[in-house]
């Protein structure tokens, strides 16, 4: 198991903002983005200083696919197929856990 410390951005600025401009971020520590209504998602890097990974994920936890960033790039990353998550951690973290597309994540938000 392994526990995430997530912020949530889900109003525009904080989505917006994003990961932007940060020198540093714990092993565990990452960012949800949360959009009311699904729909495809894209993501990018600009003023971003950190390379990310991103998790586009389902509902129900269920992880579409990810993605590798790399830092202060305006390379689009998009999901799959419309989704209402998005969770940025260290890049790399997300394979170096085994976790990449149909892997089920549990706990809130995602109703287990």
């Known amino acids: 198991m392994h ?12 989505q917006a903002a ?17 959009n009311r209504e699904p729909g495809v998602r894209c993501f990018w890097m600009r003023n971003t200083l950190l390379p990310l990974s991103i998790a586009f994920i389902a509902d129900d936890g269920t992880v579409v696919n990810t993605a590798e960033m790399q830092p202060q790039s305006d390379e689009s990353h998009c999901s799959a197929r419309a989704v209402r998550f998005a969770l940025e951690m260290r890049q790399g973290w997300f394979s170096k856990h085994g976790i990449g597309a149909g892997f089920k994540l549990r706990g809130a938000p ?3």
């Open 3 to 14: 526990v995430i410390q997530a912020e949530v951005a889900q109003t525009p600025e904080q």
């Open 110 to 112: 995602f109703g287990n």
């Open 18 to 34: 994003g990961m932007m401009f940060r020198r540093e971020m714990g092993p565990n520590e990452g960012m949800l983005f949360f």
